[in-house]
């Protein structure tokens, strides 16, 4: 016997009518590649969006279909994620911070029909359209007036090409399992494979990422993603935000400490979100002009491991909680947040911070498993490391046509999870912890040493701006870590004291052999650190013998 409940689809058009019939209208504040700030509400995002569907449906642009953008956060960006996905084609968020070479790859591999860019990003068109015979117009994201040129391309105007569309255009009821976004993970190894979300886990993922004791967002917050939306579609806020009605700001292409500073109070923003890179820009920008918070209340932090002094700085120098969560492209992306349960209410502020630097609890519909070399399932006692698996409703299943083949481990009861390439522990409530990428952490000895924790006591140093572990071959040992250093302005802290600073931190056989500093750590298209390019530039680096 089955239910006798209204069978209706998850899809993303209805996040977009929710937000029209109930919070029609709430504001949506971007600031443009103009340098204007533009304004409107949900109901107008609505309007434009049917408009852009229509426009793309006369075109000849069908379902499943893909439309690649290159594009900073803003509200025309926003009407492409709702006009395409919502009329059944594929929304394909690009990287612009990735080479050109490699975007024309990801272009072609996905099949993009037309692509939409920011002006911005004008040479990046210039340099992959002879390589995108595919793509069959280029639409600016700019004013009729602003409509750039590139000889030998055929520009089309987004809002000239949004006027050939209508506003009656009804929002198709789709299968809720129809493809409606694709994002290609980072490709630090080999080319990136394409993470192809459904209507149904997209709509998922956006109820849960709502949860109090996930984001938490609502319809009194103001809510400004600094995560791109080309970055696993910013979280999903672009989702959630018109799911709950919470009032939304977007940065554009200023990403710099002090523009976020002026449009977060500007704005009366209480809810941001994006990697630690962005914040140590906010946080050198504030601290050194005085400044303080007068709405921020919370953000979230993800992307890369936050270091607990990043924590500790947002909520001892300016009342703000972080979120310190965890997830990937391929889990769409959230998986896990650290929020406090009632029983470490009582418990001291020196515990509790403890349990808030771990990457945190599973949010309902994702489930985490640790296993050793040999597929053991691991205890969760806290302390045990193993590789992560994650399995749930928006969880890859498999790569965008069958890259890789299956990516999927089984049980003995056939049941499928997705390896992270993460090493991890969980602890007796639950709550799990990064301690490395499975390809960075340090086997010495034939013991793991974490290079995240030695990451994230360096940079509590005020001598030190930046920090990376990497191992290094060792006669004895294996491998030793290595600890390369970017010095804070103005400093100069040297390797006794760097070293010295961890006694009493760790186990005294995870200190670093040697320090090594350099001008810059390279950084990859997300924000994380590059340890591929590190262990590249230190292959032959020889450790002073003990």
Same mark, same amino acid.
């Given at each position: 016997?089955?239910?006798?409940?209204?069978?209706?689809?998850?899809?993303?058009?209805?996040?977009?009518?929710?937000?029209?019939?109930?919070?029609?209208?709430?504001?949506?504040?971007?600031?443009?590649?103009?340098?204007?700030?533009?304004?409107?509400t949900?109901?107008?995002?609505n309007?434009?969006?049917?408009?852009?569907?229509?426009?793309?449906?006369?075109?000849?642009?069908?379902?499943g279909?893909?439309?690649?953008?290159?594009?900073?956060?803003?509200?025309?960006?926003?009407?492409?994620?709702?006009?395409?996905?919502?009329?059944?084609?594929?929304?394909?968020?690009?990287?612009?911070?990735?080479? *050109? @070479?490699?975007?024309?790859?990801?272009?072609?591999?996905?099949?993009?029909?037309?692509? !939409?860019?920011?002006?911005?990003?004008?040479?990046?068109?210039?340099?992959?359209?002879?390589r995108?015979?595919?793509?069959?117009?280029?639409?600016?994201?700019?004013?009729?007036e602003?409509?750039?040129t590139?000889?030998?391309?055929?520009?089309?105007?987004?809002e @000239?090409?949004?006027?050939?569309?209508?506003?009656?255009?009804?929002?198709?009821?789709?299968?809720?399992?129809?493809?409606?976004?694709l994002?290609?993970?980072?490709?630090?190894?080999?080319?990136?494979?394409?993470v192809?979300? !459904?209507?149904?886990?997209?709509?998922l993922?956006?109820?849960?990422?709502?949860?109090?004791?996930?984001?938490?967002?609502?319809?009194?917050?103001?809510?400004?993603?600094?995560?791109?939306?080309?970055?696993?579609?910013?979280?999903?806020?672009?989702y959630?935000?018109?799911l709950?009605?919470?009032?939304?700001?977007?940065p554009?292409?200023s990403?710099?400490?002090?523009?976020?500073?002026?449009?977060?109070?500007?704005?009366?923003?209480?809810?941001?979100?994006?990697?630690?890179?962005?914040?140590?820009?906010?946080?050198?920008?504030?601290?050194s002009?005085?400044?303080?918070?007068?709405?921020?209340?919370?953000?979230?932090?993800?992307?890369?491991?936050?270091?607990p002094?990043?924590?500790?700085?947002?909520?001892? @120098?300016?009342?703000?909680?972080?979120?310190?969560?965890?997830?990937?492209?391929?889990?769409?992306?959230?998986?896990?947040?650290?929020?406090?349960?009632?029983?470490h209410?009582?418990?001291d502020?020196?515990?509790?911070?403890?349990?808030?630097?771990?990457?945190g609890?599973?949010?309902?519909?994702?489930?985490?498993?640790?296993?050793?070399?040999?597929?053991?399932?691991?205890?969760?006692?806290?302390?045990?490391?193993?590789?992560?698996?994650?399995?749930g409703?928006?969880?890859?299943?498999?790569?965008?046509?069958?890259?890789?083949?299956?990516?999927?481990?089984?049980?003995?009861?056939?049941?499928?999870?997705?390896?992270?390439?993460?090493?991890?522990?969980?602890d007796?409530d639950?709550?799990?912890?990064?301690?490395?990428?499975?390809k960075?952490?340090?086997?010495s000895?034939?013991?793991w040493?974490?290079?995240?924790?030695?990451?994230?006591?360096?940079?509590?140093? *005020?001598g030190?701006?930046?920090?990376?572990?990497?191992?290094? !071959?060792?006669?004895?040992?294996?491998?030793?870590?290595?600890?390369?250093?970017?010095r !804070?302005?103005?400093?100069?802290?040297?390797?006794?004291?760097?070293l010295?600073y961890?006694?009493?931190?760790?186990?005294?056989?995870?200190?670093?052999?040697?320090?090594?500093?350099?001008?810059?750590?390279?950084?990859?298209?997300?924000?994380?650190?590059?340890?591929?390019?590190?262990? @590249?530039?230190?292959?032959?680096y020889?450790?002073?013998?003990?």
């Amino acid at each position: 016997m089955q239910g006798l409940m209204m069978d209706m689809p998850l899809l993303v058009s209805s996040i977009l009518e929710h937000a029209t019939r109930h919070h029609g209208s709430v504001e949506i504040v971007s600031r443009r590649v103009e340098g204007d700030l533009h304004r409107y509400t949900y109901a107008d995002l609505n309007q434009r969006a049917r408009r852009l569907a229509s426009a793309f449906t006369r075109l000849g642009v069908g379902v499943g279909d893909r439309i690649g953008t290159l594009a900073w956060n803003g509200y025309r960006h926003l009407e492409i994620y709702y006009g395409v996905g919502g009329m059944g084609a594929v929304v394909h968020t690009i990287n612009p911070r990735l080479h *050109p @070479e490699q975007i024309a790859w990801i272009v072609n591999h996905a099949g993009d029909t037309h692509l !939409a860019f920011d002006i911005s990003f004008l040479p990046i068109i210039q340099a992959i359209a002879p390589r995108c015979p595919g793509v069959q117009s280029w639409i600016a994201l700019v004013d009729a007036e602003r409509q750039p040129t590139i000889p030998g391309v055929d520009l089309v105007n987004y809002e @000239e090409f949004l006027a050939t569309g209508t506003t009656d255009f009804h929002w198709p009821e789709l299968d809720e399992r129809t493809a409606v976004g694709l994002c290609y993970t980072s490709g630090t190894t080999g080319n990136p494979k394409g993470v192809m979300y !459904a209507h149904r886990s997209t709509v998922l993922h956006a109820y849960a990422a709502a949860l109090p004791d996930s984001i938490g967002a609502s319809a009194r917050d103001t809510v400004l993603p600094v995560v791109p939306m080309f970055h696993v579609n910013a979280w999903g806020l672009p989702y959630l935000c018109p799911l709950v009605g919470a009032r939304l700001v977007f940065p554009g292409p200023s990403l710099d400490g002090k523009s976020l500073y002026e449009l977060f109070e500007a704005e009366r923003v209480t809810f941001s979100a994006g990697v630690p890179t962005i914040w140590q820009g906010l946080l050198a920008h504030v601290r050194s002009n005085g400044l303080k918070f007068s709405t921020l209340q919370r953000t979230l932090i993800g992307g890369s491991a936050c270091p607990p002094s990043m924590i500790d700085a947002f909520r001892d @120098e300016f009342g703000v909680d972080v979120i310190h969560g965890w997830g990937m492209t391929e889990l769409s992306p959230l998986g896990t947040l650290s929020r406090l349960q009632f029983k470490h209410l009582d418990l001291d502020p020196a515990a509790q911070r403890r349990i808030l630097a771990k990457q945190g609890h599973v949010i309902f519909g994702i489930d985490l498993k640790i296993v050793s070399d040999e597929g053991q399932e691991l205890p969760w006692d806290g302390t045990t490391q193993g590789e992560l698996l994650a399995r749930g409703p928006w969880v890859i299943r498999e790569y965008f046509r069958g890259e890789g083949g299956d990516p999927l481990v089984y049980d003995a009861d056939g049941t499928g999870w997705f390896p992270t390439g993460d090493v991890a522990t969980i602890d007796p409530d639950g709550y799990m912890q990064i301690t490395d990428r499975s390809k960075d952490v340090i086997k010495s000895g034939g013991e793991w040493i974490s290079t995240i924790d030695l990451e994230n006591l360096a940079v509590a140093h *005020p001598g030190v701006a930046q920090a990376a572990v990497i191992g290094v !071959a060792h006669p004895k040992w294996d491998e030793r870590p290595l600890l390369i250093v970017v010095r !804070a302005p103005g400093t100069e802290v040297t390797r006794e004291e760097l070293l010295a600073y961890y006694e009493g931190k760790i186990a005294s056989w995870w200190t670093p052999n040697d320090v090594q500093f350099v001008d810059a750590i390279p950084l990859g298209a997300t924000g994380k650190i590059l340890k591929t390019k590190l262990r @590249e530039q230190f292959r032959d680096y020889v450790l002073p013998s003990e």
